[in-house]
């Protein structure tokens, strides 16, 4: 099989072009295509006057592969290579069935693989299943009424069920192509693996994660709402069991020699645990800003040009980043085209707010985080655990400020620049379904950080102009971009209690300081899978 790079093709692009095109650079006639499939396709807007599709195709072809590859461009054709996912052989001995903590991308698929390789892994997640977690969600939302064990932050699917299901990573482990390809097994849009941006939308990520549960219960695993972890049972460096609390305050002793920790960036309360176990933890930089809305159709224009609003186009992505000449840099971070902007509070007294689309990604705005890094010098004290103080500072700030009652505080760009607050909003709407209050988010965020995002909103407009046009709306604080603080493992993927490893405790995943993003987290969780399974040494 062939692979064909750089084909141009206009948006209202046939099937029948495409043939047509990858025929013409193999110098062939298109009857001699025996089939042909899209490997990425992505947009290409440097011109607005030009947007247009590229695509990279795989084809069958009935002729010989090798002559074509000799007298064709070898940038343009070259032979496909393709990545297949192979299990780890089971090495391990254990009787005891692995314990999972946490249900996120990470927990998630530490468990499936787990449980294809027949160990039967127990889960246990804090918030509730997906259907349920849902209506906690919407009920915080209308009512004001918070659920600490279930919200954004905790439940089926983790943080990234309540998102725009963003696909895109920087890392280059092939096991994501694993994970991309599991997505679209259990429900995930097929284009997921072509598209330049991937997404999967909120509405449909609550079907594909219930579905990657009941797949992992169909194998023989347990999967536990409700349930949060206490304890770790520890004698001779060595892992013997856990302790957790139902949703009713009972206490469950769970014998294991194996507890996979994918606990996600807000349980901070299991990782104070765990510090005060005297698990090795170390201080990790993390990114604070606010969100940032434009209208949809604004971004659309601003990057498509003319041909804005297309079918074929849908809303418009952006990705920008800069460093002010007297700073650090600031970037943007999980751009939601079409989407809101929700509260995403996991704690009472504090506010947290992300972004979240649907597949569609029809809405009225579009918004992305503003966010400038961290670094641990910058922390309150040397304490591993000093981000999750500095985290609570600001989402406590926006509490206060936005009126106590989940009320989001917000600003419009224009006012922001001016370094006034601002008293009412413009004709941006903002969409946060617990509504905002007119505010200076100065109040909430470091100087250090809106010192930076004034000099780089500016810069930013260069690029994309009209983006910091006066009425746009910030709505503060992003603080939960990531984890500050890394549990330090080893090359065994286990733990260490003080200077000592330990063995069968096994951190991953965002909540653990090792990915930034639900495809990272999800490879992960594979990672750490692969390192239980190849344990020949767990009793």
Known sequence: MLRINELKLPLDYTEEDLKLKAAKVMKLQPSDIKTLKVFRRSVDSRKKQDVHFVFTVDVEVDADEKRILKRTDS???????????????????SSFRPVVVGFGPAGMFAALTLAEAGLKPIVLERGHDADTRTKDVRNFWEHRTLDTRSNIQFGEGGAGTFSDGKL???????????????????????????????????????????NIR?????????????CTLTDLIIANRYIHGVTYRTEDGALT????????????????????????????????PFSVGARIEHPREFIDRAQYGSAAGHPTLGAANYKMACHPPHGR??????????????????????????????????????????????????????????GFDLQRQMEQKAFDLGGRDYTAPAQL????????????????????????????????????VTDIMAEALLLMDRKL???????????????????????????????????????????CGEGAGYAGGIVSAAVDGIRVAEAILTDEHAF
């Not at 940038?75 to 001995?93: D, G």
């Not at 192509?177 to 997921?192: C, L, Q, S, W």
């Not at 960036?265 to 765990?274: F, N």
């Open 75 to 93: 940038r343009k054709v070259q032979e496909s290579v393709f990545y297949h996912y192979v299990p780890v052989e089971n090495r391990r001995h």
């Open 168 to 210: 895109t990573t920087g890392i280059k482990d092939p096991r994501q192509n694993k994970i991309m390809t599991d997505f679209v097994r259990f429900g995930a849009p097929e284009a997921i693996l072509y598209t330049n941006y991937p997404h999967i939308g909120t509405d449909n990520l609550v079907h594909v994660v219930k």
């Open 214 to 226: 009941k797949e992992i219960i169909r194998l023989g695993g347990d999967v536990r709402f409700g």
């Open 253 to 284: 002793d769970l014998e294991t020699d194996c507890v996979v920790l994918a606990l996600g960036h807000s349980a901070r309360d299991t990782v104070t645990m765990l510090y005060e176990k005297g698990i090795r933890m170390m201080q990790k």
């Open 329 to 386: 840099g600031m970037y943007t971070f999980c751009m939601c085209p079409g989407g809101t902007v929700v509260n995403a509070a996991s704690e009472e007294g504090g506010i947290v707010v992300n972004g979240m689309s649907e597949y569609a990604r029809d809405g009225e705005n579009s918004n992305a985080a503003l966010l400038v890094g961290i670094e641990p010098e910058h922390f309150p004290t040397e304490h591993p655990l000093s």
């Open 413 to 448: 760009v224009g006012d922001f620049l001016k370094g006034q607050k601002s008293v009412k909003m413009g004709a941006v709407r903002p969409s946060c379904p617990t509504g905002v209050t007119p505010s200076d988010i100065r109040e909430v965020l470091p100087k250090s």
């Open 465 to 507: 102009q009209g983006f910091a046009m006066p009425e746009a709306v910030l709505t503060a604080p992003e603080t939960r971009s990531s984890s500050p603080v890394r549990i330090l493992r080893d090359d065994y993927y286990e733990c260490s209690l003080g200077e000592e490893p330990l063995g069968g405790a096994y951190p």
